[in-house]
């Protein structure tokens, strides 16, 4: 019978090699602190917790459809955790940002109870205020500093590790690993059964409810563990930030505005995407930067005309083009090649 | 008296919000769009208004004549030329595509007049006051007041008793049937958006008399008139009004327990009233 | 026989990648009543969008009086005296009664239907004018509906799926009403499921099946063999 | 061939704070020529490099600029100016990454206390100068003694670095003021870009203010101003720090600016001199208003001064290539600037030194504004020159 | 034998349309039940208050003796509930096979192998097996409707509705159709069809209900009811004539 040629895989030869190259990549981003400066590093570092919001980000909006303007409440929030469990809990940064993540998580529970009840337009701007409040809030903190913000004790920095290059070796290291964390459980959860749960809810809500999917419960699952991990990224920047102030760890322009900006420039709704578009971001930061306003009017220039022409973003457009997937998430059905049955 | 006070001081203050959100409330209403870039168009029309006042000598309201034309002329072309395009269930390209402006308006702002803050001179109208049941009042927060009632009004009236807005309300109801009608939608939307700068124009205006503006102080506004049409209901132009006072109310009645509370106040108690009222206070009655 | 008012060449129709329309054939002549019927997903509420100018179609696929306006938007096609009643009524819910037949006067055409004449259609109505519009009975609506699409003194009416959920007495009404309607030049094009009401009041019909046409002929010479066979495709 | 000394530079110049730095242009291009000779060391001549980036008015962006220079343009020096939000961020990257760091343009305090400072450690590598809360208040009560009001003073302090420093209750003005017998009002800290002020208004009336003090932003001043009139409160004297600095807001006031004061730091009146240029403080100014078309601001002086201390370290620094050496430059300087003397041995706690503070009054003097300076026994060598008048 | 579906007084309606109107009847376990009834009548509506899509405005909905009718679709879906829908409702940007992959993952909650073969199974069952990796959005009518089959089937239900399958379908298709489904029934799953081809509904079910306004105007054997007056004069289309 025909039926028993069939089989099913799960990947692909471009796949293939693209897993091959990352790994090989992955390698030598691991290798960095041996072959590249100091601000490569640091570099590197802050390309990686850029690429981990907007993994996180994309998941979101792109895959649950919550499209949020309020992560920076998440990460302001790890941000102070950090600060405040180092500073007055004595934990080693490292720890305290673990459990600035589950802090996350847990406080992003009421928040989910509260703003699920809005749809689109007002859900957007329901996790907006969500951040303003998380932002006026900790501004009445006086022993983080109130309104004008604390700077991380030198002691603690260094408490980190031996020595500077160490150090920065470590930081370097967490935020790659973090980073990898996120895109690695994204692609992992995507691939898994509550991901497909996920992207047939994305496509039709009325047939994935006659399913058996409980879309209240997948994006609240979804909500809950973006913002833990979005916290411990959070953490991480301020880590590397040395100093937090009410009005820069909930910037909504740096931590959600340039998050969205990465993701939909690269392509929403892809795991490439992100990638993609935090590395066209960090193209043009460092390549015009320097020309203040213009730079900024470039990038709104930029993000309207790609908005305008390729409304899939970059990867988008590969992707129609060469009907690429680098990270596979779907089934193919395979006629056996063997003879022998 | 010092509650009384807060509360009518919060009403007026509302009154300005309401100002700022009308034009937000309208598109919002009409074509679903979250215009991220509406508060900068304010501070554009400040300074429109402000070069036009100092050019022609004229008294900023006077100004109005000129900017009011201007604005809506340039959220014609905006419409037609951008934004249309970007309309549709998805609402992303258009708060990304607003996003985008909103950078552009607030540098080339910068480029154009500098980082100095600016204030339009309204002469005795910005200080005048006048005593009400034990109350000193402003001519100018009651006058903004007015305008913003008059403004909804105004726009309300059009929206129910015109053919332009039957057109507002038909093509936001169902844009292909408004088609079927007769009704060039892209062109009933740029109406829509001149409509909204029109009365960005005037908030512009009375922002510029009422306190010193820069290129960067638009975004921080705009939350306050997200709320006001959020807790007022989609589209409902009087609700925007109620939700501008009762968020008016809320920061000052906050501030008078302790100023630090001003915003937060107001934020709660926009989160609060969506608690209960997902679609906020009015929301239309759709079928 | 008259010239077409409309003549349809080579049509196709997709929403995204899905295919509704395939090389479609079909011409309206001026002054008669066409029936399309097929069943469920056949295709007929697309042709309808498609002639009204809410597909993407090219120029030359869809000519009106000898012109090509295919590429036209909705809101020129309706100028040029096409209307369209809808599958499923669509009253703008926020307008009341009257505002609905008015916006359908928008394109300001001139003609015999105006409000006045409109209630004298439907005397019910004038009686409900300032109400909201969902207010009514799904046949109350159906009536707007056409109202809306008289308004604009057309002349050709595309009616899709006028007796859906309506009940069989309403049904009779409306119908009563149809030869009015048309009475005075307008041509039409009714899509319905109910094969025997869709024979009975027009002059010629086809029959969609999966976006083809798949019979094509005069009312009354068509057998109830060769429209089921049409219909479902049973060979 | 002459070796480089690259000198890293941060500071606002687009954003909210971008009237802070808009001399930068002219003082930097100035910098540059007399550096363009190059600067002796130790019998060699070096080149000084600066590099200077913009932090948007952003602490986010100013920690970001401040990484990039000491990691990537890889700066022997940095240096940094204009409020917390930039000076903070600065120094506490250059301090992690072991870089000499020198920022002015902010209150000690804000600076020190905001950074965790612990008074007798310090900081190692982060040098700081200008004045603090003590000369303001100084300044202020020397003002508010000659003005003869009534001693009721109503408070507007910000929840923001400044504002959470000024209205400290023991660092900032609450103690000093009582001690002077001054009676405080200070309802609380406002969140910046309030559209309403109304009840701090009422407050104060109900208090009978006749002084009004704080630290604001412009936009914010501008409210408060408009509904103070409004509400019929109409204070004898009003001191605001920060907001009053600069000459076009005053100018955007109209006639509500004329006899507003503030506290002064540097003015064309200073009677000091460029240790670089031998310009006096008057040549720098009008030098400025004469290139650009605008009047002096404050901060020229500053921003002129930090390269001064800079040319002055370069040029005593024992070994230029060695931090630790230019390190021992800096803390060892000892020079007469044109906001003053900076001598790091003087200072009030470690790492900071501090230069004179008068407090003035902004005047009008036919269309245009003119910043009297009308308070100063606390730094008599400069020269009052001109009369607190009452509003 | 006992019931596996109960309906009690079910009614709902949108403003002035009532589409369940006191909707009361019970479905044996392992039977074969047929809904016509004309356009707008309400059979889909019932679909949606028995799969939870609707809630009704009172009634109770019994499934294998629970009382469901407070639970959401999900919930419903992996007790044992599935459904095709009428206008098809396809996960277009996945493919045929990961359409089905939902329903078997999901709803019938098979995971690994166990699930992929359960899809490929059905998918050749049904006749898409060659169609496994296209995006559902680019299938035709007729596939999407055997879409809709499929992911039934692969969600292992123990009571199947089925909404209007067999529209368009030639007579060969039918056929086939026909013998699909009373194959299924044979493997014990209650089924619900709601069919306007009633001949091929005919060939499946052993009871025949007949809604109108929401109400239930008639039921019984197949050919008994439709040769009553109710369903002629309702029916004075096509089918009563064929
Ligand atoms: N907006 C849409 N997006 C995707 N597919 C659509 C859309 N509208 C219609 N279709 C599909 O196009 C095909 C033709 O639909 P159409 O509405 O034209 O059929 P119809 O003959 O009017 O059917 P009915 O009798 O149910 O009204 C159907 O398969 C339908 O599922
Ligand atoms: N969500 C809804 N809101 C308002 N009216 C609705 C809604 N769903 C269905 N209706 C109306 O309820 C009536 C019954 O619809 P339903 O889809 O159940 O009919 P049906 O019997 O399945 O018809 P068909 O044979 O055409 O599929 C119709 O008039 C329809 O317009
Ligand atoms: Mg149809
Ligand atoms: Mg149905």
């Known amino acids: ?37 100091r601000a490569e590093l640091r570099l590197i570092g802050e390309l990686c917790l850029y690429l981990a919001l907007a993994s996180l980000w994309n998941l979101m909006a792109g895959y649950a459809g919550l499209v949020s303007v309020g992560q920076q409440a998440y990460v302001g929030f790890g941000g102070y955790l950090l600060f405040a469990l180092t500073i007055f809990g004595g934990l080693n940064p490292v720890l305290a940002i673990a459990i600035a993540g589950g802090l996350g998580a847990l ?64 930081a370097y290291w967490l935020a790659l690993g973090v980073t990898v964390l996120v895109v690695a459980s994204v692609y992992l959860f995507l691939r898994s059964r509550k991901g497909l749960a996920l992207t047939a809810i994305r496509d039709n809500e009325l047939a994935a409810a006659s399913l058996g999917i409980d879309i209240w419960k997948t994006k609240f699952l979804v909500y809950v563990v973006t913002s833990a991990l979005t916290a411990m990224v959070g953490g991480l920047i301020f880590l590397q930030k040395l100093r937090i102030s009410p009005d820069a760890a909930f910037s909504v322009n740096d931590w959600t505005a340039f998050v969205i900006f990465i993701v939909v420039i690269g392509g929403i709704g892809t795991i490439e995407g992100p990638i993609i578009g935090t590395l066209v971001f960090f193209a043009l930061r460092e390549t015009l930067a320097d020309l203040g306003t213009i730079y900024l009017m470039v990038l709104g220039l930029v993000a309207i005309v790609v908005m305008l022409k390729a409304p899939r973003g970059i990867w988008g457009l590969i992707r129609s083009r060469f009907d690429l997937e680098l990270f596979p998430l779907g089934y193919r059905v395979q006629q056996k090649q063997d003879k022998g049955a | 008296m010092d509650w009384v006070n807060a509360i009518v001081q919060g009403t007026l203050l509302g009154g300005l919000y309401a100002l700022f959100a009308a034009g937000l409330s309208l598109i919002f209403g009409v074509m679903r769009l979250v215009n991220i870039a509406h508060g900068d168009l304010i501070v554009l029309a400040a300074y429109l208004g402000l070069t036009t006042s100092v050019a022609l000598g004229l008294h900023p309201l006077a100004a109005l004549l000129v900017v009011i034309p201007a604005m809506a002329g340039i959220g014609y072309v905006l419409q037609r030329g951008v934004l249309n395009q970007t309309l549709g269930d998805d609402i992303l390209p258009p708060l990304l595509v607003t996003f985008g402006l909103s950078v552009i308006i607030q540098n080339a702002l910068l480029e154009g007049y500098t980082a100095d803050p600016q204030k339009m001179d309204a002469g005795a109208l910005e200080t005048a006051s006048f005593g009400f049941g034990g109350l000193t009042l402003g001519v100018l927060p009651v006058l903004t007041f007015a305008v913003a009632v008059a403004v909804i009004a105004g726009l309300q009236w059009m929206f129910y008793r015109t053919p332009l807005g039957r057109a507002f309300r038909a093509t936001s109801d169902n844009q292909d049937i408004a088609q079927l009608m007769g009704l060039n ?10 409509l909204s700068l029109a009365v960005v124009a005037v908030a512009g205006i009375f922002l510029g008399i009422r306190t010193s503006f820069d290129p960067s102080i638009g975004g921080g506004r705009l939350i306050f008139g997200f709320e006001a049409v959020i807790i007022g209901g989609l589209g409902n132009l009087w609700g925007t009004l109620v939700g501008g006072v009762i968020l008016g109310v809320a920061q000052t009645v906050g501030a008078k327990i302790d100023p630090g509370w001003q915003l937060l106040a107001g934020h709660l108690v926009f989160l609060l009233i969506l608690a209960v009222r997902p679609n906020g206070l009015f929301p239309r009655v759709d079928a | 026989m008259h010239d077409p008012i409309l003549g349809i060449r080579d049509l196709d129709a997709f ?56 590429a036209l938007r909705a809101d020129q096609i309706a100028a040029l005296g096409i209307a369209l009643v809808p599958e499923g009524r669509q009253l703008f819910p926020s307008l009341s009664v009257e505002e609905n037949l008015m916006i359908g006067g928008r394109t300001g055409r001139k003609g015999p239907w105006s409000l006045d004449a409109v209630y004298n259609l439907f005397p019910i109505l004038e009686e409900r004018k300032a109400q909201a519009s969902t207010s009514l009975s799904g046949g109350q609506q159906q009536m707007v509906a056409i109202g809306r699409a008289l308004m604009a003194n057309p002349d050709l009416i595309l009616f899709d799926e006028i007796s859906l959920g309506l009940a069989p007495i309403i049904i009779k009404d409306i119908y009563a009403a149809l030869p009015g309607i048309v009475g005075e030049g307008m041509s039409a094009v009714i899509v319905e499921q109910d094969i025997t009401k869709a024979l009975s009041v027009s002059s010629r019909v086809y029959c969609l099946q999966e976006g083809r046409v798949s019979l094509e002929g005069a009312s009354d010479a068509l057998s109830r063999e060769d429209i089921s066979r049409a219909y479902f495709g049973i060979a | 061939q002459t070796p480089t000394l690259k000198v890293g530079h ?99 305090q804000p600076y020190f206390f905001g950074r965790n400072g612990v008074p007798g450690e310090g900081f190692k590598y982060t040098y700081h100068f200008f ?39 023991e660092l900032g003005l609450p103690t000093p003021l009582a001690a002077a017998g001054f009676d405080l009002l200070d309802p609380g800290r406002y969140q910046p870009l309030s559209d309403d002020f109304s009840n701090y208004i009422a407050a104060f009336k109900d208090a009978g203010c006749e002084i009004v003090t704080g630290n604001m932003i412009p936009p914010d001043f501008a409210t408060f101003w408009a509904q103070a009139a409004q509400q019929g409160f109409n204070p004898k004297v009003v001191t605001i720090g920060k907001a009053l600095l600069f000459p076009s807001v005053i100018a955007s006031l109209g006639d509500r600016g004329d006899g507003l004061s503030s506290e002064v730091w540097w003015s064309p009146a200073h009677p000091f001199a460029s240790s670089l240029t031998g310009a006096s403080a008057a040549d720098l100014a009008n030098g400025y208003s004469a290139s650009t078309g605008r009047p002096w601001t404050q901060p020229i002086g500053f921003k002129h001064a930090l390269f001064e201390v800079i040319a002055d370290v370069v040029r005593r620094s024992e070994d ?10 800096i803390t060892s300087t000892n020079l007469d600037t044109i906001v003053g003397n900076v001598n790091w041995a003087n200072g009030p706690i470690d790492n900071v030194t501090k230069t004179p503070l008068v407090a003035g009054q902004w005047q009008k003097e036919g269309n245009a504004f003119d910043l009297k300076i009308v308070a100063n026994s606390n730094a008599p060598e400069i020269p009052l020159t001109g009369e607190l008048k009452l509003l | 034998m006992a019931a596996i579906l109960t309906l009690e007084n079910l009614s709902k309606s949108f403003g002035a349309v009532t589409v369940a109107d006191a909707l009361s009847y019970e479905v044996e376990k392992g039977a074969a039940l047929g809904v016509i009834g004309p356009n707008g009548a309400g059979k889909t509506s019932m679909f949606n208050l028995i799969t939870g899509t609707l809630a009704p405005d009172s009634g109770t909905i019994r499934f294998e003796g629970r009382d469901i009718t407070g639970s959401n679709a999900a919930a419903r879906s992996r007790g044992g509930i599935a459904r095709s829908f009428q206008v098809p409702q396809p996960f277009s940007h996945l493919t045929v096979f ?59 239900p123990r009571l199947l509705l089925l909404d209007e399958i067999a529209g368009g379908l030639t007579e060969a298709e039918c056929h086939t159709l026909v013998d699909t489904i009373n194959a299924i029934r044979g493997t014990g799953v209650s089924i619900i069809w709601i069919e306007h081809v009633v001949h091929a509904l005919l060939a499946v079910v052993d009871r025949l209900i007949v809604i109108d306004f929401g109400r239930k105007i008639g039921e019984g054997d197949p050919k008994t009811v439709m040769a009553s007056r109710e369903v002629q004069e309702i029916y004075l289309g096509i089918e009563a004539d064929a």
């Open chain 5, 98 to 156: 990961e359409n089905a992959m939902v329903a078997a993952t999901q709803a019938a909650g098979l995971s690994g192998r166990k699930a992929e073969e359960l899809c490929l199974d059905v998918l050749d069952q049904t006749g898409l097996l060659g169609k496994a990796n296209t995006a559902a959005g680019g299938l035709t009518l007729l596939n999407r409707k055997r879409l809709e089959l499929t992911r039934a089937l692969c969600a292992k």
């Open chain 1, 107 to 170: 406080v992003s529970v009421p928040v989910a109870a509260l703003i699920f009840r809005l749809r689109g337009a007002y859900f957007a701007i329901g996790t907006w205020v969500i951040a303003e409040v998380f932002r006026l809030s900790f501004a009445q903190v006086s022993a983080l500093g109130g309104g004008s913000g604390t700077s991380l004790p030198t002691g603690i920095v260094r408490s980190l590790a031996d020595g500077r290059a160490a150090r920065e070796a470590l």
């Open chain 2, 185 to 194: 939608k892209a062109h009933v939307f740029g109406l829509a958006m001149a």
């Open chain 4, 10 to 108: 941060v500071s606002p110049r687009t954003g909210p704070l971008a009237g802070f730095a808009e001399a930068d242009d002219y003082v930097l291009a100035q910098i540059q020529d007399m550096f363009a000779a190059g600067i002796e060391n130790n019998g060699k001549t070096w080149n000084v490099e600066i590099i200077s980036k913009d932090s948007q008015s952003n602490p986010n962006r100013a920690a970001e600029v401040a990484a990039d220079l000491i990691l990537g343009d890889e700066v022997d020096i940095i240096v940094a100016a204009s409020t917390p939000d930039t000076t903070n961020p600065v120094a506490d990257q250059a301090e992690v990454n072991e870089v000499p760091c020198i920022t002015t343009d902010c209150p000690w």
């Open chain 4, 131 to 169: 004045w603090g809360l003590e000369d303001v208040i100084g300044a202020f009560l020397d003002m508010w003694d000659k003005s003869g009001v009534a001693k009721q003073v109503g408070g507007l302090f910000p929840n923001d670095a400044d504002g959470n420093a000024w209205g400290h209750p």
């Open chain 1, 1 to 37: 019978m025909s039926r028993s040629r069939y089989h099913v895989t799960r990947t692909s030869r471009t796949a293939q090699v693209a897993a091959f190259l990352g790994a090989i990549a992955l390698l030598i981003l691991i290798a960095a602190p041996w072959w590249a400066g």
């Open chain 4, 320 to 329: 230029l290539e060695d931090y630790e050496a230019n390190l021992a430059a």
């Open chain 3, 15 to 70: 929403y995204g990648d899905f295919q509704a329309l395939y090389g479609l054939d079909l011409h309206v002549d001026a002054g008669e009543v066409l029936a399309i019927i097929g069943a469920n997903g056949a295709g007929k509420t697309t042709l309808l969008r498609s002639i009204a100018g809410l597909m993407k179609n090219g120029a030359e696929q869809v000519r009106y009086r000898g012109q090509p306006i295919g």
